[in-house]
């Protein structure tokens, strides 16, 4: 099955710095890569996402890039804000119905 | 506006005691879903249900079962809750087949099962 590694686990930047997560998938069939954010008490939100036909897609301060050789697919936010601290959670899937998350990064911004 | 809702939001019961989360969506979606949270290890998927009467198996159903009888409503049910299945859960919904579809979380139900 899928199997689906998160880096980091944890990130701290200040306010203003850019931040990048990436995550790496095994299942050369996956081709939906959706990227969430959770804020306390609530339920993950989906923030981005990109298919296998596409290398990069951007939307204001967030952008995600996939790289389907190395199988590896990041999110970047620039111009970080402290309503941006959250645990982010990347997936993939698509050989199957049942889609694999990463296991979390908590990113966290200092004002 | 569109919403999954899940409830109880909170709960703590004791072991064997049969408990169902219940978990609607007001959205038509096809695809449902149930995962567990736990630290660590990210989001796992339990059950998922691509309409009704059809329904399959996730990563970790052991100990779970669910049921599909109306398109919104999507039930999950512990028939002898055990302290391992103590955890955070999430339904979630999405259009079509579901596993190439963004996904429409519910806010969660916090088990503990003592």
């Known amino acids: 099955g899928e199997n689906v590694e998160q880096h980091p686990s944890t990130l701290s930047v200040q306010e203003g710095d850019s931040a990048v997560i990436k995550c790496t998938y095994s299942?050369?069939?996956?081709?939906?890569f959706p990227w969430y954010k959770q804020e306390l008490g609530k339920g993950p939100q989906l923030i981005i996402d990109?298919?296998?036909?596409?290398g990069e897609k951007k939307d204001q301060r967030i952008a995600v890039t996939l790289n389907k050789t190395a199988k590896h697919f990041s999110l970047h936010i620039t111009e970080t804000q402290p309503e941006d601290s959250a645990v982010y959670f990347c997936?993939?899937?698509?050989?199957?119905?049942?889609?694999?998350f990463g296991r979390g990064t908590s990113l966290i911004v200092h004002p | 506006e569109a919403q999954v809702t899940q409830n109880p939001r909170y709960l703590i019961t004791v072991t064997g005691k049969k408990l169902t989360v219940t978990c609607s969506q007001n959205?038509?979606?096809?695809?449902m879903s149930w995962y567990r949270q736990d630290p660590g290890l990210g989001l796992r998927q339990i059950y998922y249900?691509?309409?009704?009467?059809?329904?399959d198996k996730g990563d970790v159903p052991e100990g779970y079962k669910v049921s599909r009888k109306e398109k919104r409503n999507f039930p999950l049910i512990l028939e002898s809750p055990s302290p391992n299945q103590t955890s955070l859960y999430f339904c979630?919904?999405?259009?079509?087949?579901?596993?190439?579809?963004?996904?429409?979380f519910g806010d969660g139900t916090r088990l503990s099962i003592l």
């Open positions: 979630a919904s999405s259009s079509g087949s579901g596993g190439n579809q963004p996904q429409h």
């Open positions: 299942d050369s069939a996956s081709n939906y």
């Open positions: 990109i298919r296998s036909n596409v």
């Open positions: 997936a993939a899937s698509g050989g199957s119905y049942i889609p694999t």
């Open positions: 959205m038509n979606h096809e695809y």
């Open positions: 249900s691509m309409n009704v009467e059809v329904t």
